[in-house]
């Protein structure tokens, strides 16, 4: 009986130190994008642009660009769903902003919208021909689509990308205050 307590406590004890080494890693992940999302890049934008158009590539994405600005939108990308379920898809605007103080800035912007089909929906009466069902479609009330939902918030995550690979010192920096904050 006392073995099986004290093998009890101690994988008690074990789980306890693996979930708290979770959190402590998540909690430094947060801290992270929370200090990315206010760094100050060294760098001119016209050196850090070719990275953020680079990682934009490798993720799948195509743009649109601002002549004169860097300032960069990217086409919709699908997500996936659709055919049972909804269908999202994303954007990215990402904006470089040169700072009178110096340095730089990047935000990234992510848009998501998600669209349902859905059913026409019922029909009273009896459908003969094509033109009875298209007249019963025409009155009833559905459209045949959920009205689209679009939400738009800063990507702290694809500026902690972008910080690892234009600025892979002061993500280190970033990684070693995490550290020290979040042992």
Avoid at 70 to 84: K, Q
Avoid at 111 to 116: K, V
Avoid at 143 to 164: F, H, M, N
């Amino acid at each position: 009986m006392y073995r099986s307590t004290r093998a009890a406590g101690v994988l008690l004890a074990l789980a306890s130190l693996l979930a708290l080494s979770g959190c402590a890693g998540s909690l430094r992940e947060n801290y992270q994008r929370d200090k990315a999302a206010g760094h100050v890049y060294r760098k001119p934008l016209a050196q850090m642009w070719p990275e953020v158009k680079a990682v934009l590539k490798e993720k799948g994405y195509s743009w649109r660009e601002n002549p004169g600005r860097y300032v960069l939108e990217t086409e919709w990308r699908d997500a996936g769903g659709g055919t049972l379920g909804p269908a999202t898809s994303y954007r990215f605007l990402v904006e470089g902003v040169t700072l009178t103080t110096g340095g730089a800035v990047l935000r990234v912007q992510r848009a998501e919208r998600t669209s349902q089909d859905i059913g026409v929906g019922y029909v009273d009466g009896v459908v003969k021909t094509r033109r009875d069902l298209a007249s019963a479609i025409e009155g009833s009330d559905a459209s045949g689509k959920l009205p689209t939902e679009k939400r738009t918030a800063r990507d702290l995550e694809l500026e902690l990308e972008l910080l690892r690979r234009i600025d892979p010192e002061g993500a280190a920096r970033l990684e070693a205050d995490a550290k020290a904050a979040h042992p």
